[in-house]
């Protein structure tokens, strides 16, 4: 069992930047993934990044160039940075660990973001 709990979300203006963290805890073996995904109000949830087990990094469009994704294996924890942040960022971030079949997830933090 993996517990994940995020953290580094909060209110920032258009523009800004945040630093999310997701530090996991527990039987760590063999994770293919890690990834955060986000969900607005009224909205699915949605892939955000992710990075393979081998480092490979995949953005959605909306966050390219603006979001880097990386890892602390030392650490056990995942990160987003996020720049130049826009009102439509705004949503709960979660991340996500995937070991197959298994997937884990945070309880998610907020990030809101003033035009």
């Known amino acids: 069992q993996v517990q994940l709990v995020e953290s580094g979300g909060g209110l920032v203006q258009a523009g800004g930047s945040l630093r999310l963290s997701c530090a996991a805890s527990?039987?760590?073996?063999?994770?293919?993934?890690m990834g955060w995904y986000r969900q607005a109000p009224g909205k699915q949830r949605a892939l955000v990044a992710i990075?393979?087990?081998?480092?490979?990094?995949n953005y959605a469009d909306s966050v390219k160039g603006r979001f880097t994704i990386s890892r602390d294996n030392a650490k056990n924890t995942l990160y987003l940075q996020m720049n130049s942040l826009k009102p439509e960022d705004t949503a709960v971030y979660y991340c996500?660990?995937?070991?197959?079949?298994?997937?884990?997830w945070g309880q998610g933090t907020q990030v809101t973001v003033s035009s």
């Open positions: 996500s660990w995937f070991s197959t079949p298994y997937s884990y």
């Open positions: 527990g039987s760590i073996f063999s994770i293919d993934a």
């Open positions: 990075i393979a087990r081998g480092g490979a990094t």
